[in-house]
Structures are given as structure tokens and as C-alpha cells.
């Protein structure tokens, strides 16, 4: 089934999974995710295990993709606290304003490493909530920033995408040598 680190409980007594993070440049992140259609007991313990995996790893998103699960689905926390989770079920944007945000934007499947990546600053998502139902959200900072960066996961794409092909064979050698010695 799907890859799975650790076992355990919460606190309202549903068994959750911290999930393995797949890391670039594994080729299951080039993955295009597909719709879901089930939103079913399955699906809400899916997103307790996204959630789990994200706060255990110190992240703010979390697409499924980077679990190697191809579903269109993301979680995301960019509260102070890390108490505030959204999930985005078949989630898309569009740019409500053409203003670009330069951020540095870092990645749980390129750990250790951070680039500058120019988005726009203000973005309209149209998602679903693990119930199914719709919904639209206007975004803007850190949090439209969030969205398109995982939006970009469950399209096959990634941050290293964005920046110039040395700096991303650079990347690229430095994890695939941490891989190897693990």
C-alpha cells in the first residue's frame, strides 16, 4: 500500500500514520495527480496522515503527491501557532491580481534547501473540503504562495523547476549523495 513511518494515536482516538516523504529527484513527484471522486472514510484518514506527516516534518503543505499518493488533495498550516489546518481537495487557482511576492520558498521533498521563486502575490482558490463540498478562497502572502507551490506538486512540477538548470543539478547531487549514504 502506501509508505508508512510510524503508527499512533490521536487524540480523539483515530489511528494515524506519519507517511515517508518522497524527495526529489524521485521520479513519483513528476506524477500528475488525478481528481478525486471518493470522499469517503478513506479519504479523512488520508488527511489526518497528510496533517500528522506535515507537522512532524516542521512544514507548512503537504501535497498527497509527496507521499506517493496521486490524488488531487493538499493540507496546509501557515498559522503562527500551527493550529489553523486547511485541506484543499481538487483544488485550482486563478490570479486575482498580477503582482508578484518574491519568497523564499523551501520544500519537504528538497530538504535542506531554499530558493527564491517569484509568484503572484493575491490568488482565488476553487477547491473542496474532504466533505466534497465547494468552495472559493482568496489568498494572498505566504498563503497564496502555499497553494500554488503544492497546487505545483499535484501538477508533476516542483520549486526546482523555477530556478536555472546549475543550480538544480547542484541540488540534485547533493541529495542523491545524501540518499546513498543513508
Known amino acids: ?3 508508512i513511518k510510524l503508527l499512533h494515536t490521536s487524540t480523539t482516538g483515530t489511528l494515524m500514520a506519519l507517511r515517508t516523504i518522497l524527495e526529489f529527484p524521485d521520479l513519483r513527484l513528476r506524477t500528475i495527480a488525478t481528481p478525486v471522486t ?3 472514510s478513506s479519504l479523512e ?3 489526518d496522515d ?3 506527516t506535515m507537522y512532524s516534518a516542521g512544514g507548512i503543505g503537504l501535497a498527497a503527491t ?12 501557515v498559522s503562527e501557532d500551527r493550529n489553523t489546518p486547511q485541506v484543499f481537495v481538487n483544488p485550482t487557482f486563478t490570479i486575482s491580481d498580477q503582482e508578484n511576492l518574491d519568497y523564499d520558498e523551501g520544500c519537504l521533498s528538497i530538504p535542506g534547501f531554499y530558493e527564491t521563486i517569484s509568484r503572484p502575490k493575491t ?11 465547494h468552495f472559493h478562497l482568496e489568498a494572498n502572502g505566504i498563503l497564496a504562495v502555499c497553494i500554488q507551490h503544492e497546487i505545483d506538486h499535484l501538477d508533476g512540477k516542483l520549486m526546482v523547476d523555477y530556478i536555472s538548470r546549475l543550480k538544480r543539478d ?5 541529495l542523491e549523495k545524501k540518499q546513498k549514504a543513508l
Open 50 to 52: 497528510m496533517l500528522e
Open 66 to 77: 509527496q507521499i506517493d499518493v496521486h490524488q488531487r488533495i493538499l493540507v496546509i498550516d
Open 38 to 40: 471518493d470522499f469517503g
Open 170 to 174: 547542484r541540488i540534485r547531487s547533493k
Open 45 to 47: 484518514a488520508l488527511i
Open 1 to 3: 500500500m502506501y509508505p
Open 123 to 133: 490568488v482565488v482558490i476553487h477547491s473542496q473540503d474532504q466533505h466534497g463540498k
